[in-house]
């Protein structure tokens, strides 16, 4: 069982709510920053991690202040499993739009990329950031950036949790959150984060280290036109003169053997995902 948030009040009743939420057999608590003032995000997060372990039951405390305090920086340290990076996810490919004026704000898919990129060494086995949950299938992208979204959110290591209705969806949606190979690259024992280790205009290459010495590998076009774009094992941390098998995740076939680099057409907003095995 889930619980997303504390009840209003909840302010000071950190141990009363704990012994709840374990009564309720309670596994995953996402806890909110709704309704603060001058309360300091590390203390307060810590004593709801006391509170929790108090009540003798494992439950997974999700840090929810949308990154306002940093917390790759101290969540893991106050008992945090993961926390939120930014402002809430919204159905869209890209951009950002203010909760009200002056408010930040809900992010595209692309903005929330942007602002993962460069704290990937944060997180690891038991302390993941978290860029919020899948919009995969709520209608506000196409099926081609829905499985762009997906892709990302399996490199980055984040938490897969659907936010559309499992029970309506059309076949292209389920064969997406279904994608075993896909999943397989978030669930890798290694537990690293991928990250952006190429960008030009709008192409981009992204690495996600994988257990065994392999690599997952997204090839990414942000553009209104189809481009072609280039791993170059170099950027990969490996020798140029390795020669790795390479396996596309979404087509689900091998594409033959590649020394040096692999390059392919990126259609528009979309992905190549592979794996790279030497």
Wanted: aromatic share 10%.
């Amino acid at each position: 069982m889930r619980a997303r948030k504390p009840a209003p009040g909840g302010l000071g009743h950190e141990y009363q709510d704990a012994l709840k939420y374990a009564s309720w057999g309670v596994d995953y608590l996402k806890y909110d920053w709704c309704n603060t003032t001058t309360q300091d995000a590390r203390a307060s997060y810590a004593n709801m991690r006391n509170a929790l372990d108090a009540t003798g039951r494992p439950i997974v405390l999700s840090i929810c202040e949308w990154g306002t305090a940093k917390p790759w920086l101290w969540g893991q340290e106050v008992g945090g499993n993961l926390w939120r990076t930014t402002g809430d996810i919204q159905d869209r490919f890209s951009g950002k739009k203010e909760w009200e004026p002056g408010n930040c704000c809900s992010f595209g898919g692309t903005a929330i990329l942007d602002a993962e990129a460069e704290i990937y060494s944060y997180a690891g086995p038991g302390h993941w950031n978290d860029p919020d949950m899948l919009e995969v299938g709520n209608g506000g992208m196409t099926d081609t950036e829905y499985r762009s979204h997906f892709s990302f959110w399996a490199l980055l290591a984040a938490p897969l949790i659907a936010g559309n209705d499992l029970r309506d969806m059309k076949p292209e949606i389920h064969d997406i959150l279904t994608n075993k190979e896909v999943i397989a690259v978030n669930q890798d024992p290694l537990g690293r984060q991928g990250r952006r280790v190429w960008k030009e205009g709008d192409l981009e290459v992204w690495s996600k280290p994988l257990s065994g010495g392999r690599r997952a590998v997204i090839l990414f076009n942000r553009g209104e036109s189809e481009k072609q774009a280039t791993a170059k094992w170099t950027d990969l941390d490996y020798p140029e003169s390795l020669s790795a098998s390479v396996r596309d995740l979404w087509q689900k076939k091998e594409v033959g053997k590649s020394t040096g680099k692999f390059a392919a057409a990126v259609a528009p907003h979309a992905v190549v995902m592979v794996t790279l095995t030497p």
